[in-house]
């Protein structure tokens, strides 16, 4: 079937952007639309120039007989601008407060719009980590995590507080959880992770970091590399941090439940670099 240019690059575009960070060669193209290999070259630079200059992202060219082109996400600070301002507007709404200072986070963790979004710029910022793998704990981040995931097209991992017999052997550890100081457990499959994976870690809350951390010794155990942190929500006034190198994109400032007022800021996303 011979595909129109028209036709070429929306298809192109629409492949390129389900297949992040995946080789795709020229002859794939070619013999996907029965195109001259010089002509798919000119559609791709179209759509290089189009990605880049909209935000989307950019595609890499590899060069060689086992070459090709790949999607890589990419977002301009001031694309993350709006979207963390908005985070921000979203999570200060006094209609959050719980009792006892808690914030209800749920509805903005189940919005695929916002999920996908925080996501994208997680993703972004880790697009260079040659990411093997996302990790995070049940249950809250779990939405966040395969959204970073499917930017980088990475595989998820989840570690949890007690196993499951459909996850088979199992490793087991405990730790101290940053916040409440008390001693609890992680259980991941032995079957998750691969000696000297490079794993992302990826959670919706920070305050001490204890679980965080826990996650770090679970990386240990595997033999598997810390390849970053990332967080949606970090809280500013944490008492004793254990967890120092991390991306967030949105800083919880103070939390006035008399007031009902909810002070926020944006992370450190912008201060990576």
């Known amino acids: 079937m011979k595909f129109r240019r028209s036709e070429r690059l929306i298809d192109m575009t629409h492949y390129l952007l389900e297949h992040p960070r995946q080789l795709v060669s020229l002859t794939f193209f070619s013999e996907r639309y029965g195109s001259a290999k010089s002509s798919i070259s000119e559609d791709l630079a179209i759509i290089k120039d189009t990605f880049e200059l909209r935000g989307i992202g950019t595609l890499e060219t590899v060069p060689g007989a086992a070459?090709?082109?790949?999607?890589q996400v990419k977002v301009r600070d001031e694309e993350a601008k709006p979207i963390i301002a908005e985070l921000c507007e979203l999570i200060a709404s006094p209609d959050r407060l719980l009792p006892g200072g808690y914030l209800y986070m749920t509805d903005i963790l189940g919005d695929p719009m916002i999920v996908q979004k925080c996501g994208k710029l997680i993703a972004s910022a880790y697009i260079n980590k040659n990411i093997d793998m996302v990790m995070t704990v049940a249950t809250k981040g779990i939405a966040l995590a395969y959204a970073v995931a499917n930017y980088l097209n990475v595989?998820?991992?989840?570690?949890?507080?007690?196993?499951?017999?459909?996850?088979?052997?199992?490793v087991s550890i405990n730790y101290v959880s940053g916040s409440a100081k008390r001693i609890q457990t992680m259980v991941l499959s032995k079957r998750s992770l691969e000696e000297g994976s490079k794993v992302l870690i990826v959670d919706d809350f920070m305050k001490a970091g204890g679980t965080i951390n826990g996650m770090i010794s679970m990386l240990d155990e595997f033999k598997a590399t810390l390849a970053g942190i990332a967080v949606l929500v970090e809280s500013e006034n944490a008492d004793e941090r254990l967890v120092d190198e991390y991306v967030s994109l949105v800083q919880l400032a103070d939390v006035d439940v008399r007031e009902k007022r909810i002070n926020v800021t944006e992370g450190n996303y912008f201060k990576r670099n």
């Open 67 to 71: 070459g090709g082109v790949r999607y």
């Open 155 to 170: 595989p998820v991992v989840i570690a949890r507080r007690d196993s499951r017999v459909t996850e088979g052997s199992t």
